[in-house]
T-cell receptor, first 112, second 115 residues
Framework: NAGVTQTPKFQVLKTGQSMTLQCAQD?????MSWYRQDPGMGLRLIHY???????DQGEVPNGYNVSRSTTEDFPLRLLSAAPSQTSVYFC???????????FGDGTRLSIL | AQSVSQHNHHVILSEAASLELGCNYS??????LFWYVQYPGQHLQLLLK??????LVKGIKGFEAEFIKSKFSFNLRKPSVQWSDTAEYFC?????????????FGSGTRLQVQP
């Protein structure tokens, strides 16, 4: 039982490049979400999903896309990377919205 | 909208000192409350949660938190900290009638315990 798996762990991009951060969970959780963590700002919700085929925006969705074609996977896409997107990204899942969330190990992303 | 304030950004304690980290939330309805801990280089882990019932909640590793509804607070406490408690602590709130959104986190408190 791996829990929530995020890949890659580290990534450096140039401004304007695109990439996809992968997130997979093997707990059959319906609820999945993406956060970014920046110093002094805690975790801010980017996008979330209440089940396969259903996604919605969080607090800071601009510049990011998500899709949820299966229960297990919830990739986060950066369309055109900007230095302001340098951050640590965490994926999380839970059985329902108001239940404790299980977090992945994070992806540290640097945009040059 | 819901929001969370953690007023202590950086706390330094000696081992065996008592700990209290403040957390205040802003939300008019019923809430679920959480404390998460992030050890250096690791992901967030759940310390404790409050959904309903006894407002004094006990979590792992000797931590506890008290929900005071009248003060919109959910402060985290530990009677005697250890060096291994060095970590960042996040308070989070989830309003039960906020639609489909998930947790709102505070900005975090970095705890440094000196041996």
């Amino acid at each position: 039982n791996a829990g929530v798996t995020q890949t890659p762990k580290f990534q450096v991009l140039k401004t304007g490049q695109s990439m996809t951060l992968q997130c997979a969970q093997d707990m059959n959780h319906e609820y999945m979400s993406w956060y970014r963590q920046d110093p002094g700002m805690g975790l801010r919700l980017i996008h979330y999903s209440v089940g396969a085929g259903i996604t919605d925006q969080g607090e800071v969705p601009n510049g990011y896309n998500v899709s949820r074609s299966t229960t297990e996977d919830f990739p986060l896409r950066l369309l055109s990377a900007a230095p302001s997107q340098t951050s640590v990204y965490f994926c999380a899942s839970s059985t329902r919205r108001n239940q404790p969330q299980h977090f992945g190990d994070g992806t540290r992303l640097s945009i040059l | 909208a819901q929001s969370v304030s953690q007023h202590n950004h950086h706390v330094i304690l000696s081992e065996a000192a008592s700990l209290e980290l403040g957390c205040n939330y802003s939300y008019g309805g019923t809430v679920n409350l959480f404390w998460y801990v992030q050890y250096p280089g690791q992901h967030l882990q759940l310390l404790l949660k409050y959904f309903s019932g006894d407002p004094l909640v006990k979590g792992i590793k000797g931590f506890e938190a008290e929900f005071i509804k009248s003060k919109f607070s959910f402060n985290l406490r530990k009677p005697s900290v250890q060096w291994s408690d060095t970590a960042e602590y996040f308070c989070a709130v989830n309003g039960r009638d906020t639609g489909r959104r998930a947790l709102t986190f505070g900005s975090g408190t970095r705890l440094q315990v000196q041996p």
